[in-house]
């Protein structure tokens, strides 16, 4: 059963590529060059939307279908990975023509800054919203 989930977990995987290069990225392409977005904007918004459509739905059918407790844990874990791990693959795989990587300290601090503000907030919600609810105001 372990190698069937593996396989399993990679043709996930490989329908997620497919779906993304095919679809997704050129449907962000249109809608930026269609609604003149900035390319700073589009990639804190709807890049960031389409990074964290799978922890919100993991967290969704946690929450409602299963009656866990995952949504937490999912939230703050993927954030992390996605913090950490996709930047410093980009940084490892820049083209030599690219390199050194020229960052300023403004993206590290935006989004460090409303990545702990976010938490925290979902922590004070978790924290006095009640025993596993939060209320909506």
Not at 69 to 74: E, H, K, N, R, S
Not at 75 to 95: D, E, Q, Y
Not at 122 to 135: M, S, T
Request: net charge negative; with cysteine; hydrophobic share 55%.
């Amino acid at each position: 059963m372990v190698i069937f989930h593996i396989l399993g977990v990679i043709y996930m995987f490989l329908g997620l590529m497919i779906v993304c290069d095919n679809f997704f990225g050129p449907a962000l392409d249109v809608m930026v060059d269609k609604w003149s977005i900035d390319d700073d904007v589009a990639g804190a918004t709807f890049m960031a939307a389409g990074g964290s459509a799978p922890e919100l739905a993991t967290s969704f059918m946690g929450r409602f279908v299963s009656k866990s407790d995952v949504g937490f844990g999912t939230i703050v874990g993927s954030a992390v990975f996605n913090v950490l791990f996709v930047i410093g693959m980009c940084a490892i795989f820049t083209p030599p023509e690219l390199a050194p990587l020229q960052l300023t300290w403004w993206p590290l601090f935006r989004d460090c800054s409303y990545y702990s503000i976010t938490l925290v907030t979902l922590g004070a919600f978790f924290r006095w919203g009640g025993k596993d609810e939060i209320i909506w105001w």
